[in-house]
C-alpha cells in the first residue's frame, strides 16, 4: 500500500506491551500482528528501543504494536532503554501489562501510574519462575485485579487479545473533525500555502493534506494558493470564502489581505484544538507579554527534520521572541519525542501542532507543564498574538 494511502501514525489507536523482561511482551506483539516484526529470545534485554508495527486489526482499525524494552533492564543502556520505554507509555491508548514475579513491585507501581494516567490497562499474567498462583492471590489483594493467563501456542489466544483490546478502546477514540465546528457543507475554503524553503520539495506537509481531505470529507469546495497568489485566487472567486486557513507564519499577510467577511484559522491553530487543550494555550498566551530578557522559553518541535533557512520553529518564532521581548531572552529549541520532565526553568512552552504526535502523548505533555504550573501555547496562538489578532481568529 502507498504511504499516502495508510492512516498516518498520530491517527491510530496505539497499544503499548510493557513488562519486565523477558515477560512475554515479544511473543504476544508477533502473536498479535500475525508475523514477526520483533526478535523473541530467551536472552534477557533482546528488545532494546520500542519497536513500531503500524496495521491493521479486525475490530480495532487502524493500531499501532508497540513493544517495549524491559523496565527492569540493568546498566548505564539499560537506564536510557527505560527512558525510552516510559515515552512509549505516554503515547500508549491502551497499554498490556504483563506481571511477572521477577519485578512484581515494578509491575504494580507501572499498573498504578496508568490507571492514574487514565490509560486502560489489560493485566496479563507473564512467564513466572515460581508459582503463578502466588502471584495471582498477590494482585488480587494489592490491586483488587485478576489478570488473564493467555497461551501463545493456542489459536484462539489471537482473537482473546482482541476482544479484550475492543472492550478497553478508549470511548470515542477517533479524532473529531479537523474543521468541522468552523464548516458546513457547500462553503468555499481557501488555503493559503507557503511554499518557501522549509516546504517539501513535490508534495504538501501532513496537516496540511489531511485538512483538505477533512474539507472534502465535509462536502466543501477546497481552494488552494500561495500568500503570493491569494488575490488572483480571491478574484477568481464569486463570494468570499467561508473560511480561510493558512500556515501560522502567514498570518499577518493573510489577515490583510482577507475579505470581511472570511473568517480566518491556521493549521497550527485547528491541529491544537483537534489534539490539545486549547483553553490552557489560550491561557498560556496571556503569559507572552509578561515575558522579558531574564525569562526562558521552550520550543517543542515535534518534527525532527533537519533545521532549515525559514523553519518556523527554529528561526522565525526565536526572531519574533526577541523582538518583542528582547535579545536577551533564552530560547531553548527540542524536536522529536525529546521533552524535558523538569519544566519548570520555563516561562513559557511553546508547542507546535504535533500533527506527527497522537492526541494521548500531547495531552501527556501538557498534563506535565499542568502539574508544574507551566504555562504552555501553541504555534498558531503565538504567532496570532504576535501578529496582533489573536481575538479575530477562528478557533
Not at 534485554?45 to 482499525?61: Q, R
Amino acid at each position: 500500500m502507498s504511504e499516502l494511502n495508510k492512516t498516518p501514525s498520530a491517527n491510530r489507536l496505539h497499544i503499548g506491551f510493557f513488562g519486565a523482561r523477558n515477560s512475554g511482551k515479544s511473543t504476544l506483539v508477533n502473536l498479535l500482528a500475525g508475523q514477526n516484526v520483533t526478535i523473541v529470545s530467551p536472552v534477557k534485554g533482546t528488545t532494546t528501543d520500542p519497536v513500531n508495527k503500524a496495521m491493521e486489526l479486525p475490530n480495532l482499525g487502524p493500531c499501532v504494536l508497540i513493544d517495549t524494552a524491559g523496565y527492569d533492564d540493568e546498566g548505564e543502556l539499560g537506564l536510557l532503554r527505560i527512558e525510552k520505554t516510559d515515552a512509549a507509555a505516554e503515547k500508549t491508548d491502551i497499554a498490556v501489562l504483563l506481571f511477572s514475579d521477577s519485578d512484581t513491585d515494578e509491575d504494580i507501581k507501572r499498573y498504578r501510574a496508568f490507571k492514574a494516567n487514565k490509560t486502560p490497562v489489560l493485566p496479563l499474567i507473564g512467564r513466572v519462575s515460581g508459582s503463578a498462583e502466588k502471584l495471582r492471590a498477590r494482585l488480587a489483594s494489592e490491586l483488587n485485579i485478576e489478570p488473564l493467563s493467555l497461551d501463545p501456542s493456542s489459536p484462539a489466544t489471537r482473537d482473546t487479545l482482541i476482544n479484550e483490546l475492543v472492550r478497553l478502546m478508549p470511548e470515542g477514540f477517533e479524532l473529531p473533525s479537523i474543521t468541522g465546528a468552523l464548516v458546513k457543507a457547500g462553503d468555499t475554503v481557501l488555503l493559503v500555502m507557503p511554499q518557501d524553503a522549509s516546504a517539501p520539495k513535490g508534495r504538501l506537509i501532513l496537516p496540511q493534506v489531511q485538512t483538505i481531505r477533512d474539507l472534502l470529507d465535509n462536502r466543501c469546495t477546497v481552494i488552494g494558493c500561495t500568500p503570493e497568489g491569494m488575490e488572483n485566487a480571491l478574484s477568481a472567486l464569486k463570494e468570499p470564502p467561508s473560511l480561510i486557513i493558512t500556515d501560522s507564519q502567514a498570518f499577518g499577510e493573510v489577515y490583510e489581505k482577507k475579505p470581511e467577511g472570511s473568517r480566518l484559522t491556521s493549521f497550527s491553530v485547528l491541529f491544537a484544538v483537534l489534539k490539545g487543550d486549547m483553553d490552557y494555550y489560550m491561557e498560556g498566551a496571556k503569559i507572552i507579554p509578561q515575558l522579558t530578557e531574564n525569562s526562558r522559553v521552550l520550543i517543542a518541535e515535534c518534527c525532527s527534520h533537519a533545521p532549515q533557512a525559514e523553519d518556523i520553529g527554529r528561526v522565525k518564532i526565536p526572531k519574533l521572541l526577541r523582538k518583542l521581548v528582547g535579545d536577551g531572552i533564552k530560547i531553548d529549541i527540542l524536536g522529536g519525542t525529546d521533552f524535558p520532565e523538569d519544566l519548570t526553568p520555563y516561562a513559557l512552552v511553546i508547542q507546535c501542532g504535533a500533527c506527527m504526535f497522537n492526541r494521548k502523548y500531547v495531552l501527556s505533555r501538557i498534563d506535565r507543564a499542568k502539574r508544574q504550573r507551566v504555562p504552555m501555547t501553541n504555534y498558531g496562538i503565538f504567532l496570532a498574538y504576535a501578529n496582533g489578532i489573536l481575538e479575530k481568529i477562528s478557533l
